[in-house]
């Protein structure tokens, strides 16, 4: 890890436990969501029921992007506990600050993380 880096890993830490906080809001959010029934009085035609069904769908990717990203962010925290937080998962070299400053629970170096999606892509 970088020296600039070290320096501001109680920014980064504030800014993971803040989003890591908005996360688990969202998710509960979404879950309790889930788990309110139409209401029965209500007409409803198919284009409503298709609307709604629709609608379920998108609040259950973004559920799961959440919980994707709930759980990036709960490794970094451990990275930052261990020590670790700032290193590259695949090169071993140090995440530029910049970019921890954008994505704090990055865990690839933007070269890294961008040869990961360039092979992802190919497949």
Known sequence: MDLPTQTHLKTMRQALEYRLAELRAEIHAAEMTSRTPADATE???RKDEAARLQA????????RRDVDELRAVLAAIERLDTGSYGDCSD????????????????????????AREHRAAAR
């Open 91 to 114: 090169c071993g070299e140090a995440i530029g600050l910049e970019r921890l400053r954008v994505q704090p629970a990055a865990a690839r170096c933007a070269r890294c993380q961008q």
């Open 56 to 63: 379920a769908e998108v609040g259950e990717a973004e559920e």
């Open 43 to 45: 007409v409803s035609d």
